[in-house]
């Protein structure tokens, strides 16, 4: 937004001001800054409705089923983002199949909450797996291991919980464990995405004003000498 309203409006008044110098020859980064306000002024109408067609259609696309399953596979194999999903993913679900099974829910009908729950269509469709292997008498570890959604240590804590019969307190446990995990790694993108934008921030709003200054300091070389 930042650098639009400087193409927009700022870059504009300093053009206007270099046409009073005459002739003078502009550096060459200037030439550039003064091109790409003026590409961007000109095609602003184009430029607004390509980004209004791109969020419909991700919107559409999303409300779509095959869609959305795409988008949430994709997400899950996004580099540190995709594995922070999957942690949110199962802190909430371990989280929530330990309250409700701590409340007497039974088992299947709790799975069958959890899954639509999720907010990720993969993960729900892992769980729902997972409740119809259990509907048909087997362990909830081994599908959930075969899902290749959920972390092994998840998968085997899970089942030592099936094999003692403390199934909801393993779950707390690793719903413990997780939210402690998404805390950290929250924690350690804020403290790198800070100095990040900083960096990019200032070295695009700051090439722009050294290239729009840049006449101005030739100018004022040229009468000093």
């Given at each position: 937004?930042?650098?639009?309203?400087?193409?927009?409006?700022?870059?504009?008044?300093?053009?206007?001001?270099?046409?009073?110098?005459?002739?003078?020859e502009l550096p060459a980064p200037t030439k550039i800054v003064i091109q790409i306000s003026q590409g961007f002024k000109s095609n602003i109408i184009f430029i607004i409705i390509g980004v209004a067609a791109i969020i419909y259609a991700a919107r559409r696309l999303y409300q779509h089923k095959k869609g959305r399953v795409w988008v949430d596979t994709m997400s899950l194999k996004l580099p540190?983002?995709?594995?922070?999903?999957?942690?949110?993913?199962?802190?909430?679900?371990?989280?929530?199949?330990?309250?409700?099974?701590?409340?007497?829910?039974?088992?299947?009908?709790?799975?069958?909450?959890?899954?639509?729950?999720?907010?990720n269509k993969v993960i729900e469709?892992?769980?729902?797996?997972?409740?119809?292997?259990?509907?048909?008498?087997?362990?909830?570890?081994?599908?959930l291991e075969e899902s290749g959604v959920f972390p092994?240590?998840?998968?085997?804590?899970?089942?030592?919980?099936?094999?003692?019969?403390?199934?909801?307190?393993?779950?707390?446990k690793i719903a413990d464990f997780y939210d402690e995990e998404v805390d950290s790694a929250v924690e350690a993108l804020t403290s790198l995405m800070e100095p990040v934008m900083m960096v990019f921030l200032g070295t695009i709003i700051g090439g722009l004003v050294v290239a729009m200054y840049l006449p101005v300091f030739k100018l004022a070389g040229t009468v000093g000498g």
């Open positions: 937004v930042v650098v639009s309203v400087l193409l927009v409006f700022v870059i504009p008044i300093f053009e206007s001001m270099f046409k009073e110098f005459g002739n003078a540190v983002f995709g594995d922070l999903l999957r942690k949110v993913a199962v802190a909430r679900f371990s989280r929530t199949l330990a309250t409700m099974l701590t409340s007497g829910v039974p088992i299947l009908e709790a799975l069958e909450i959890v899954g639509k729950s999720a907010g469709a892992a769980i729902m797996g997972v409740r119809s292997s259990i509907s048909e008498g087997k362990t909830m570890a081994e599908p092994s240590m998840v998968c085997q804590m899970i089942g030592v919980g099936e094999a003692t019969g403390a199934m909801d307190a393993m779950l707390n």
